[in-house]
């Protein structure tokens, strides 16, 4: 190996392996972090001991391997979180947020004059049930609190006027 990649060809192919393995690890883990920085440098490490110690040539063949390597995992990166393993790991968020159905934009005719009561203290704005369901409320008055008694008299956007 010594005539190929020079004198320093153990402490490159460690350093090759060691960038290698920090980068697959990078790639499975959310972010960019410690793994990455250190993957990164270790792969310029070899790339920088075969340019001083060997040759420019050695140095430009093990560059365009670490390139091809990289691309080579990125693409396994991409396809898995596509449709692979790492798609249905715990680290990507799946979940999505749906509106309550019980709450509605805007007052029927038929709840105006209804009574509720109140479930957060109103000041102004806050939560009311009415007939088991959760509705946004603003009071007229600058406060009530909770387990007061209201009546709805209108709406204002996306909330119920209370009184």
Not at 45 to 70: C, D, E, F, R
Not at 140 to 154: H, N, P, S
Request: hydrophobic letters at 50%.
């Amino acid at each position: 190996m010594e005539f190929l990649f020079g004198p320093m060809w153990l402490p490159c192919l460690i350093c090759f392996i060691a960038g290698i393995v920090l980068l697959v690890v990078e790639l499975c883990m959310p972010g960019f972090g410690v793994a990455g920085f250190s993957g990164i440098a270790c792969c310029i490490a070899v790339i920088v001991m075969q340019y001083t110690t060997n040759s420019p040539l050695v140095a430009s063949i093990v560059s365009l391997v670490m390139l091809a390597i990289i691309i080579f995992l990125a693409i396994l990166l991409i396809r898995s979180l596509n449709s692979g393993k790492l798609f249905r790991s715990p680290i990507v968020l799946k979940d999505k947020i749906e509106s309550d159905a019980s709450v509605a934009s805007s007052v029927p005719p038929e709840l105006i004059g209804k009574t509720g009561t109140v479930l957060t203290t109103l000041r102004p704005a806050g939560t009311i049930l009415i007939d088991g369901k959760r509705y946004p409320a603003k009071t007229q008055a600058a406060f009530l609190e909770k387990g007061a008694t209201v009546t709805v008299v209108g709406s204002d956007g996306l909330d119920w006027i209370v009184e």
